[in-house]
């Protein structure tokens, strides 16, 4: 079974600054999908950046981009000039083999950013 | 303006009651998920529709129900035999099959037990 690992419980970034969230995941398939989502104190799942596994091109999403070692089985999150906007839990998630498991999304325990003025 | 809507946004159940919770969208996604969110942690799959009167357990089904009887409607029933259902619980839908399908999800409702 696929696992998602997020390592760091907490982080903490001055705004304007450049923070980096790391994600681990363990598979033995070859094509798959990565995704961060983001939830602020609403609770509302917000998708941030998505990456396919085929493509050896990482994912921007404006002051968003990914950092994806495939063989390192590795997808960390960069977010640049950090703003108090991006305080919030980020989710690493994982989606494989669609025929064996639907659409189904594998979550890590999440990472909560706080961003200080 | 397109969307998914849960309701209500609390929910009280009391012990031994069972209680559903409403998911509706106007996305003309084909595929429809329920996720649980305990404290700390991440989100774990109750149930998910590809199609309409079609569904499949996830990690964690049991306790819960589901029904899609209509492309716009995934409601969830939380039965008397979920023990500990006090979570957060949101759903979620994509345009259905294929790697590239994101998933986009509702606001949430927080459940708690009496």
């Known amino acids: 079974a696929q696992t998602v690992t997020q390592s760091q419980p907490e982080m903490s970034v001055q705004e304007a600054e450049t923070v980096t969230l790391s994600c681990t995941y363990d598979?033995?398939?070859?094509?798959?999908?990565l995704f961060w989502y983001k939830q602020p104190p609403s609770r509302q799942m917000i998708l941030v950046i998505r990456q396919e596994a085929y493509k050896q091109q990482n994912a921007t999403e404006n002051r968003f981009s990914v950092n994806f070692q495939k063989a390192a089985k590795s997808f960390s999150l960069k977010i640049s000039d950090s703003q108090l906007g991006d305080a919030a839990m980020y989710f690493c998630?994982?989606?494989?083999?669609?025929?064996?498991?639907?659409?189904?999304?594998?979550f890590g325990a999440g990472t909560i950013l706080r961003v200080k003025s | 303006d397109g969307g998914i809507t849960q309701s209500p946004k609390y929910l009280f159940r009391k012990e031994g009651q069972n209680v559903t919770l409403s998911c509706e969208q106007n996305l003309n996604h084909d595929a429809m998920y329920w996720y649980r969110q305990d404290p700390g942690q991440g989100l774990r799959l109750i149930y998910y529709?590809?199609?309409?009167?079609d569904f499949q357990k996830g990690d964690i089904a049991e306790g819960y129900s589901v029904s899609r009887e209509k492309k716009e409607s995934f409601p969830l029933t939380v039965t008397s035999a979920q023990k500990n259902p006090t979570a957060f619980y949101l759903c979620?839908?994509?345009w259905g099959s294929g790697y590239q399908e994101t998933q986009y999800f509702g606001p949430g409702t927080r459940l708690l037990v009496l």
């Open positions: 979620a839908s994509s």
């Open positions: 529709s590809q199609i309409v009167n």
């Open positions: 998630a994982y989606r494989g083999d669609f025929a064996e498991y639907g659409n189904k999304l594998v």
């Open positions: 598979t033995s398939e070859s094509d798959y999908y």
